[in-house]
Structures are given as structure tokens and as C-alpha cells.
């Protein structure tokens, strides 16, 4: 593409100044400049220390700092979950809880992508009144159906009771416009929300433990250096940092590393998933309809498989998308390409013809389920939701595991808080209850039982391999069997 003269010149990540004799790929031909000298990829401060950089002398540095309770990353159902249930205890226990939430979209909501059929129970237990409080769950799911697509055709696979497929009970939603309610709802209790903000940097007091965190530092040229305009972050220190910053986030990493979080787990493995909402012509509109499929374009050493829920928001909208594990073998399988596919299959096609798609995005999702889980707690902070990964991978439903287990965190913060006969070993407190409650949860029990369905796909069946042992040893023993299944071949994002 760029004059690389490798074997797969599109997939060349060096391929922007060609010299020859330096191709990465295919060291036979031209090689890439980029390994002779490495380019400046970036110019962030991290990786190229200010105080090292003439153009930083004499920029203050100062940052302002502000003191609170609790400090959460990230305003997802997580996160805000998390923030409305301290407020919550704080208000029924008649004391003062200073919550500061920061979220790095320009508004609550603007960066969740989700189906979204959501379970409604952690909801129910956090607003028992959420009907009358008008929460943007309107459409109940009606009818539900589960078939495996070959390239012409679509076979329909019956949805047992207790399958992980049943979403009878369940909601379609707009995730972005629930996440933007809750964001009201924790407004509305005093949470101190500042969307715009990243929580770019995790500090530390002395002793190790998280001090807080600070948010990103503005006005800085493209080239690095300071602008006019350049501002400093804001310092933001709090007893306890709560991380809800979703799947693979930036700070997490940094806390796996600093803490050996990852320690006694399997390694994390992801997923990608890609979401349109589309308006499609009224007569071929079924809301409450949920639609999910598994086999072509995919082969069966794929894991992934597509969702269509047809929404009931006043006009006729669809949510679709396709999910593709991350493991797949074929290196010159392209995720997107093979939703653009699926779109076309004569069962998907006379759904959109004539529709128009409105908005798009895409997002990773963990896959490791249970086994994969590090350890939640550290001193002076915590991990919550889709972070440290509690997706209900079968499922693919976070939402509301991620509720809970802000919900979980938030109550045993709360009990610190307020126990005066409290003695931390660190400044920052370490809720290690959280962690136990957590695994006593109903959270930890539907992660449990769902544990190997996902690496059951590895057999030379491979997905239907999946689908076989969930029909036999999920549904009958529903998780119970005394084994638990590795992810074999598991391979490391750092
Ligand atoms: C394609 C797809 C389909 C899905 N379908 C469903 C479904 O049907 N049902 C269901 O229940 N779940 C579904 N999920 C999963 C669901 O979206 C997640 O489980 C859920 O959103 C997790 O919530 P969370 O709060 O942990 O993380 P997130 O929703 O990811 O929220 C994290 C928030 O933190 C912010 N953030 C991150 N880093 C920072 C930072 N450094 N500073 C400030 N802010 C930060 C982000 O902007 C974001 O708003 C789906 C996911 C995908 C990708």
C-alpha cells in the first residue's frame, strides 16, 4: 500500500518512511524505516520525561489539589452505581460522604456502547421505585430467538429454560441514555460529577498506598511542547479510589503491575464488538424482539456471534452487532469485514433494506470470565465492573454484574468510613471486604457457573463444542461440575 514491498503490506504498522533492506515482515525485501531509527510515536510525558526537555523549563508544575472521600474513574453503570449507593448510606446514616466522579467523555453516557439487553436486577435493587423515577427501560423483551447461520440459510436452535440465551425479564435499552439517567440520579444525591475529565495519572502517598488520582494536563502541542494555553491537571486525593474505567483500561494496568494484582489468575483475554443502531422501515419493526446468531461468516474456531434487538423508543430502531473473540487464528480475519457480511445473510438483509444507520462504534469486552478475575482490592483503592473483567461472557451482559459489584464495593466502603475504631495500615484503606463480599454475591455465583463455557470452545469442535457442553454439563448441572477449564493457548495484552 505505501510502497512496502512485504507480504502484507496493509498490515504494516512501519510502513510510513521505506528504506530498503529494513521490512520487518519480510526481511528478504524493503524494510521498514522504523527499525533502523524508532520514529516518535508519541510525545507523551511518560514515555519522554518533561524534566529532561528544555522547552518544560520554567512551566509551572503545580498542581491543584482537592481532597475528598471517595474518587471513582469512569462513569459507567459501574462507576455511577458505585457513586449513588455511597450517597445513598451516606444520607440513610445522616453523614457527609464527599464523592468526586470523573469521566473522560464530554457527557455522561457519550462513551457507552452496549447492545443492550440489560438484566434489570441490580437496578431493582438500587432504585426499588426506578419505574417511577423513569428510568429509560422501555422495552421488555417479548420474544427471543437463537438460530445458527450457515452461509444460505438459518437453522433455529430452541432456548431452553436456564440457558444463557433466555432474556425473558430482561430490557432492551439504549445503554448511553440509562447511563445518562443514573448520572442524574447521583447528581441529584451530590455526587461531584466533572465529565471532560480523564484520570490520566494514579498517585501515591509514601507508604504505597493510592493517594488519588490526577486528571489530564491541557494545552500541549502536538510535538510535546507546552502551548500558551497550557494548563495543569487537577489532583484529585481521596481514602479510597474506586476504578470503574471498564474493559482494559489504562490505570488498571498500571495498579496489576504495581500491586501483582494478576498474580493468581489466568491471564485476561478480550473480545471485539461492534455496534450500529439503525431506523428501518416500521413494517419490519418487532420491538422487544431479541435475535442472536452463531456460525457464518464465522468459521467454528471462532468464538463470536451477532445480536439484533429491535428497540421500542418512539421510532423504529434496531440496536445489531457483532462480537468476534480476539484468539481467532486466521490472521487475515478482519472483525468488521465479517459483521459488513453478516449484514448481508438472507435472514439479516430484508431487516435493513430500506433502513438507515444512524450511529455506529465499537468497543472491547473481556472474555476471561471468573478465572481471569485479579485480585479486586489494594491498599487505598479498588477495582469495579467490566475492569477487572465480571462480563457474563455466554451472556454477553456486564451491565448489570457491573452495577453490583460497585453497589458491593460502595457498601463496604461505607462501613470504613464510618468505623471509628478503624486502624489502616496505610493512609489510603485497603476494603478487602469488598473482595469477600463480592465472592458471596450472587455476582460471583453467575460468573461461577458459566466459568467454562467459553473455553469449552477450544475443542476441534469449537464452538459448537461450546454450545454442546452448555447444552449438557451448564444445562444440567448448571456450573456445579467439580472442574474448571483453563483458556488454553491464553495470550497476554500487556
Ligand atoms: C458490543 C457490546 C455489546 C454488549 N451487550 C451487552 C448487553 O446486551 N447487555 C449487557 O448487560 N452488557 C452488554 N455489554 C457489556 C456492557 O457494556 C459492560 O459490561 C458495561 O458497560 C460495563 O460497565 P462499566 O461501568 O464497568 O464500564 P464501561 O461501561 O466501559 O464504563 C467505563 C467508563 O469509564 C470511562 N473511563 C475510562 N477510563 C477513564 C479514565 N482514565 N478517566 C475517566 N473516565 C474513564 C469511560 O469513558 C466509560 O464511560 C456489551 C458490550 C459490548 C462492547
Avoid at 527499525?35 to 519522554?48: L, N
Avoid at 452496549?114 to 429509560?136: H, I, M, N, T, Y
Amino acid at each position: 500500500t505505501y510502497g512496502c514491498r512485504c507480504y502484507q503490506p496493509y498490515r504494516c504498522f512501519h510502513a510510513l518512511k521505506l528504506i530498503k533492506k529494513d521490512c520487518l515482515l519480510s526481511p528478504r525485501v524493503s524494510r521498514c524505516a522504523s527499525t533502523a531509527a524508532v520514529p516518535r510515536i508519541t510525545t507523551h510525558y511518560t514515555i519522554h520525561p518533561r524534566d529532561k526537555d528544555k522547552r518544560w523549563e520554567g512551566v509551572n508544575m503545580e498542581r491543584f489539589a482537592e481532597e475528598a472521600d471517595v474518587v471513582i474513574v469512569g462513569a459507567g453503570p459501574a462507576g455511577l452505581s458505585a457513586a449513588i449507593r455511597l450517597k445513598q448510606l451516606a444520607a440513610e446514616h445522616n453523614r457527609e460522604v464527599r464523592v468526586c466522579l470523573v469521566e473522560k467523555a464530554s457527557q455522561i453516557g457519550a462513551h457507552t456502547l452496549s447492545g443492550a439487553c440489560v438484566e434489570p436486577r441490580s437496578l431493582e435493587e438500587l432504585f426499588p421505585d426506578w419505574k417511577e423515577r423513569g428510568a429509560p427501560l422501555h422495552t421488555p423483551v417479548t420474544e427471543d430467538k437463537f438460530g445458527i447461520l450457515t452461509e444460505t440459510s438459518r437453522i433455529p436452535v430452541p432456548i431452553l429454560p436456564g440457558l444463557p440465551m433466555v432474556n425473558h425479564g430482561n430490557y432492551i435499552v439504549r445503554l448511553g441514555h440509562l447511563v445518562s439517567w443514573l448520572g442524574e440520579q447521583a447528581e441529584a444525591l451530590g455526587v461531584e460529577i466533572y465529565p471532560g475529565y480523564a484520570a490520566a495519572e494514579v498517585l501515591f502517598h509514601e507508604d504505597g498506598s493510592v493517594k488519588g488520582i490526577a486528571t489530564n494536563d491541557v494545552g500541549i502541542q502536538k510535538d510535546g511542547a507546552p502551548k500558551a494555553t497550557f494548563e495543569r491537571g487537577l489532583e484529585l486525593h481521596a481514602k479510597v479510589t474506586v476504578f470503574a474505567e471498564g474493559c482494559h483500561g489504562h490505570l488498571a494496568k498500571q495498579l496489576y503491575k504495581k500491586y501483582n494484582l494478576r498474580e493468581n489468575c489466568q491471564p485476561q483475554s478480550y473480545g471485539i464488538g461492534l455496534k450500529e443502531l439503525w431506523t428501518i422501515d416500521e413494517k419490519k419493526w418487532k420491538p422487544g424482539r431479541v435475535e442472536h446468531t452463531v456460525g457464518w461468516p464465522l468459521d467454528r474456531h471462532t468464538y463470536g456471534g451477532s445480536f439484533l434487538y429491535h428497540l421500542n423508543e418512539r421510532e423504529p430502531l434496531v440496536a445489531l452487532g457483532f462480537v468476534v473473540g480476539l484468539d481467532y487464528q486466521n490472521p487475515y480475519l478482519n472483525p468488521f469485514r465479517e459483521f459488513q457480511r453478516w449484514k448481508h445473510h438472507p435472514s439479516v438483509q430484508p431487516t435493513l433494506e430500506g433502513g438507515k444507520r444512524i450511529a455506529y462504534g465499537a468497543r472491547a469486552l473481556n472474555e476471561g470470565g471468573i478465572q481471569s478475575i485479579p485480585k479486586l482490592t489494594f491498599p487505598g483503592g479498588l477495582l469495579i465492573g467490566c475492569s477487572p473483567g465480571l462480563l457474563n461472557v455466554p451472556k454477553i451482559k456486564g451491565t448489570h454484574t457491573a452495577m453490583k459489584s460497585g453497589m458491593v464495593a460502595s457498601e463496604a466502603i461505607f462501613s470504613q468510613l464510618i468505623n471509628e475504631n478503624l486502624q489502616s495500615k496505610t493512609i489510603g484503606l485497603d476494603v478487602q471486604e469488598y473482595e469477600e463480599n463480592l465472592k458471596k454475591s450472587w455476582v460471583w455465583k453467575e460468573l461461577y457457573a458459566v466459568r467454562n463455557i467459553r473455553p469449552s470452545c477450544h475443542t476441534v469442535l469449537g464452538v459448537y463444542g461450546g454450545m454442546i457442553y452448555t447444552g449438557i454439563f451448564y444445562w444440567l448441572l448448571r456450573g456445579m461440575e467439580p472442574w474448571t477449564l483453563k483458556h488454553p493457548g491464553n495470550f497476554i495484552i500487556s
